[in-house]
């Protein structure tokens, strides 16, 4: 009887140690997402609003909490995200619920509502988990979800591509890399390493072709990509895994890459060509016409030159030579992309006749009492060959003809007019060769001062000099408003540096100063030295202010990167004697930011930026990057808990949106107006709610100098 007891005793005393044990353990099973009616969802695919389209970001996630004894009652349990690739170490939040802490004999179940989806997740490799904030502990681990949020506000376009063709050059081993920039409604740029992509060849729903292995916003073609017609199209769209199938994809715009054959292109007439001076076609062209298709030629840039010298001007696909002195080695450089430079071989242009080998000027200034020489030279044929040559003003004979017994032919003139020489040589060609100047009388003069070529801004003294001297013509007149005197006219002056507005006493062309005296102004003044006409006495201006750019300018950025929808200062020490120039370097080249020309500018994209600082005696340039802080979301918060952790009861927004020009409006479901503010936002939500935030969604819409930068949802979780 008694041994009977006992064992009763015995399998009691286990079975409470066994049920204490459980009470205590309170394990958290794996969670998961459930639909409205309660189904396990096998992908969660939230996506954003965008001008069309309301956001779908509003999931419910459940989790199991075994049995067990009371928890602290200000715990809550968390709702957690995994990386992409399943790691907990930087978990994100995605809800809470404190309310289920009481002991429990039996299996609860833990609810989290309204979740929003955070805009980085895109992976079929998340995890999620629900640990607790009394003690820290951590619940099973789901299985491997794919959980993708999708912005339908993005387009995607390929970079360094005009008519969406990129083109390459049939060298050996080439490598073109193809990349594309990503940009939301209202044309910010996003960090195109934010997604992952798919990548094909061919065009979509035609023949296109998956690229196996190629996840990235860059995609290199080689040689082996391309057809037999040396030609591919290809295209990228954002990759949501699992979720492609709920989504409307991303995609880039097609870009069409096609390779030409230098070798076949060259200029007409190589290896040389000859022309007489006065033949009516000396036009240089090449058979590109005959090699590329009309839609390269429209894209290819030109750039012809004479015996290795830029030719200005001279960019189409033609050029007509002078009627002198053309005699020369030609070639054109063509480019239809930044991979395909197209060399053509040179060409030899002889010149079977004469040549004016120095002509006239082709604008000069006469001042008053002066006489000036017009010279010209030539290699046309002298005594006793018969070249004849007659001078003319204004279409009027100035002289005879007359034969051509010196190859310097010059003349004295003493009146403002249009001068010419016209040439007939006794040559092959029988050549008739001109020269022509506009000879004006200035209405003033104007001077300009700088340091000279030479000068370094480290160095501890400089040398003013001038650096132009012109006199004005009659407005109106068709002239050029202002034509450079010689410098022999120089002598017709009498000259004295100013500084500060004061005589120095230095009357020589040049002065010698020292950089330590900052903040001086330096002029020089220029005086007509043979009859008093004050309209011809003049005074460089601006003056000069003596203003060295110490070395190491650097730009400085507040905030060191750019927040998102927000916007980064971008500064340089700021001196009233230096100018500023500010570019954003797009593809190596700068591009000018017009009207920014302060020390201080504000720029709202990611990208390179380069400021020019010019003084009156030197010149320094720095450049900056500019993109969104590495690792740090710059997310506008989606879920608030008022009347909660008091960390979360206000909406909070990034310090760019107090800004001035920044308005916030609030939108309920039925498209209700609920608040809205203008001149910059700070924290007056849900405060200032016309509902009292007491619906559980909310759009809102943040305009920034009256352009929308950031649309989203708002979470009000009790």
Same mark, same amino acid.
């Given at each position: 009887?008694?041994k009977k007891?006992? !064992?009763?005793?015995?399998?009691?005393? @286990?079975?409470?140690?066994?049920?204490?044990?459980? !009470?205590?353990?309170?394990? /958290?099973l794996?969670?998961?997402f %459930?639909d409205?009616?309660?189904?396990?969802?096998e992908?969660?695919?939230?996506?954003?609003?965008?001008s069309?389209?309301?956001?779908?970001?509003?999931?419910t996630?459940?989790?199991?909490?075994?049995? #067990?004894?009371?928890?602290p009652?200000?715990n809550?349990?968390?709702?957690?995200l995994?990386?992409?690739?399943g790691?907990?170490d930087?978990?994100?939040e995605?809800?809470r619920n404190g309310?289920?802490?009481?002991?429990s004999?039996?299996?609860?179940?833990?609810?989290?509502?309204?979740?929003?989806?955070?805009p980085?997740?895109?992976?079929?490799?998340?995890?999620i988990?629900?640990?607790? &904030?009394?003690?820290g502990?951590s619940?099973?681990?789901s299985?491997?979800?794919?959980i993708?949020f999708?912005r339908?506000?993005?387009s995607?376009r390929f970079n360094n +591509?005009?008519?969406?063709?990129?083109v390459v050059?049939?060298?050996?081993n080439f490598?073109?890399?193809?990349s594309?920039?990503?940009?939301?409604?209202?044309?910010n740029e996003?960090n195109?390493?934010?997604f992952t992509?798919?990548?094909?060849k061919g065009?979509?729903?035609?023949?296109e072709? @998956?690229i196996?292995?190629?996840?990235?916003?860059t995609?290199?073609?080689t040689? #082996?990509?391309l057809?037999?017609t040396?030609t591919?199209?290809?295209?990228a769209?954002?990759?949501?895994?699992?979720?492609?199938?709920?989504?409307?994809n991303e995609?880039?715009?097609?870009v069409r890459?096609?390779q030409?054959d230098? =070798?076949? /292109?060259n200029?007409?007439g190589?290896?040389s060509?000859?022309?007489?001076?006065?033949d009516?076609?000396?036009? !240089?062209?090449?058979?590109i016409?005959?090699v @590329?298709n009309?839609?390269?030629?429209v894209r =290819?840039t030109?750039?012809w030159?004479?015996?290795?010298v830029?030719i200005?001007?001279a960019?189409g696909?033609?050029?007509?030579?002078?009627?002198?002195n053309?005699d020369?080695?030609?070639?054109?450089?063509?480019?239809?992309?930044?991979s395909?430079?197209?060399?053509?071989?040179?060409i030899?242009?002889?010149?079977?006749?004469?040549?004016?080998?120095?002509?006239?000027?082709?604008n000069l /200034?006469i001042?008053p009492t002066?006489t000036?020489?017009?010279e010209?030279?030539?290699?046309?044929p002298?005594?006793?060959?018969?070249?004849?040559?007659?001078?003319?003003?204004d279409?009027?004979?100035?002289?005879?003809?007359l034969?051509?017994?010196?190859p310097?032919?010059?003349?004295?003139?003493?009146?403002p007019?249009?001068?010419s020489?016209? /040439?007939? =040589?006794?040559?092959?060609?029988?050549?008739?060769?001109n020269?022509?100047?506009?000879?004006?009388?200035?209405?003033?003069?104007g001077?300009?001062i700088?340091?000279t070529?030479?000068?370094?801004?480290?160095d501890?003294?400089?040398?003013?000099e %001038?650096?132009?001297?012109?006199g004005?013509?009659?407005?109106?007149?068709g002239a050029p408003p202002?034509?450079s005197l +010689?410098?022999?006219?120089?002598?017709?002056f009498?000259?004295?540096?100013l500084k500060?507005?004061?005589?120095?006493?230095?009357?020589?062309?040049t002065?010698e %100063?020292?950089t330590a005296?900052?903040?001086a102004?330096?002029?020089l003044?220029?005086?007509f030295?043979r009859?008093?006409?004050p309209?011809?006495?003049?005074?460089?201006?601006p003056?000069?202010t003596?203003?060295p750019?110490?070395?190491?300018i650097e730009i400085?950025?507040s905030p060191?990167?750019?927040?998102?929808?927000g916007?980064?200062?971008?500064?340089?020490?700021?001196n009233?004697?230096y100018?500023?120039?500010w570019f954003?370097?797009?593809? #190596?080249v700068d591009?000018?930011?017009v009207?920014?020309n302060?020390n201080?500018? +504000?720029?709202t994209?990611?990208?390179?930026?380069?400021?020019m600082?010019?003084?009156?005696?030197?010149?320094d340039?720095?450049?900056?990057v500019?993109?969104n802080?590495?690792?740090?979301?710059?997310l506008?918060?989606?879920?608030i808990?008022?009347?909660?952790?008091?960390?979360?009861?206000?909406?909070?927004?990034p310090?760019?949106?107090n800004e001035?020009?920044?308005?916030?409006? %609030?939108y309920s479901?039925r498209g209700?107006?609920?608040?809205?503010k203008s001149?910059?936002?700070?924290?007056?939500?849900?405060?200032?709610s016309?509902t009292?935030? &007491?619906?559980?969604?909310?759009f809102?819409i943040?305009?920034?100098?009256?352009?929308?930068v950031?649309?989203g949802?708002?979470?009000v979780?009790?």
């Open positions: 009887m008694n007891l006992n !064992l009763i005793l015995l399998v009691s005393l @286990l079975s409470f140690i066994n049920y204490g044990e459980l !009470l205590a353990q309170r394990t /958290i794996a969670p998961n %459930i409205n009616i309660g189904d396990e969802l992908q969660v695919c939230a996506s954003a609003a965008n069309s389209t309301p956001a779908n970001n509003n999931f996630a459940v989790a199991v909490l075994r049995p #067990g004894d009371a928890l009652s200000d809550e349990f968390i709702l957690e995994s990386d992409a690739d790691n907990f930087n978990a994100q995605l809800g309310t289920q802490n009481a002991a004999l039996a299996d609860v179940i833990l609810r989290f509502e309204n979740i929003a989806i955070p980085n997740a895109n992976s079929d490799t998340h995890r988990r629900v640990v607790t &904030s009394s003690t502990d619940g099973d681990v299985e491997p979800l794919p993708h999708y339908n506000d993005l995607l +591509t005009t008519g969406g063709t990129i050059c049939n060298v050996v490598v073109e890399t193809l594309f920039s990503v940009r939301d409604e209202a044309g996003i195109a390493g934010d992509y798919k990548w094909f065009r979509p729903a035609i023949d072709v @998956l196996p292995g190629e996840t990235g916003p995609l290199d073609i040689q #082996g990509d057809d037999a040396g591919a199209s290809f295209f769209v954002i990759d949501f895994g699992l979720c492609n199938g709920t989504f409307t995609e880039t715009n097609v890459v096609q030409v230098t =070798a076949d /292109i200029i007409i190589s290896p060509v000859n022309f007489c001076p006065q009516p076609d000396k036009t !240089l062209r090449t058979n016409v005959d @590329l009309p839609q390269l030629i =290819a030109f750039q030159q004479k015996d290795d830029d200005d001007g960019t696909p033609t050029y007509t030579l002078p009627d002198n053309f020369g080695n030609y070639n054109v450089n063509i480019e239809i992309g930044a395909c430079p197209l060399p053509v071989n040179p030899r242009v002889i010149n079977d006749g004469s040549t004016i080998t120095t002509p006239l000027l082709e /200034i001042l002066e000036l020489d017009l010209v030279t030539t290699d046309a002298v005594s006793p060959a018969t070249s004849l040559f007659q001078w003319f003003r279409t009027s004979p100035l002289t005879g003809i034969s051509l017994t010196d310097t032919i010059s003349i004295s003139v003493g009146n007019g249009t001068y020489i016209d /040439i007939m =040589a006794d040559d092959s060609c029988s050549s008739m060769l020269s022509t100047t506009n000879v004006f009388a200035p209405v003033g003069i001077i300009t700088g340091a070529d030479d000068f370094d801004c480290a501890s003294s400089v040398i003013l %001038i650096k132009d001297m012109f004005f013509t009659v407005s109106g007149s202002q034509v +010689t410098e022999d006219q120089y002598d017709l009498d000259f004295m540096w500060d507005g004061v005589p120095t006493g230095v009357t020589e062309r002065l %100063i020292s005296d900052e903040n102004e330096y002029a003044r220029a005086t030295n009859e008093v006409r309209e011809l006495d003049a005074e460089s201006s003056p000069l003596i203003a750019i110490p070395s190491g400085t950025a060191t990167s750019l927040p998102a929808g916007s980064v200062t971008l500064s340089v020490p700021q009233p004697a100018t500023y120039e954003r370097i797009i593809d #190596g591009e000018p930011l009207g920014l302060g201080t500018i +504000t720029v994209a990611e990208g390179e930026y380069k400021v600082i010019s003084s009156g005696i030197c010149m340039d720095d450049s900056i500019i993109g802080p590495p690792g740090v979301s710059e506008i918060p989606n879920l808990t008022p009347g909660g952790n008091s960390a979360n009861n206000n909406w909070i927004l310090a760019t949106y001035s020009d920044v308005e916030v409006s %609030i479901t209700e107006l609920d608040f809205q001149g910059g936002y700070n924290e007056e939500w849900p405060a200032n016309a009292g935030a &007491s619906e559980s969604l909310y809102y943040i305009t920034k100098s009256n352009s929308v950031r649309k949802t708002i979470t979780m009790r």
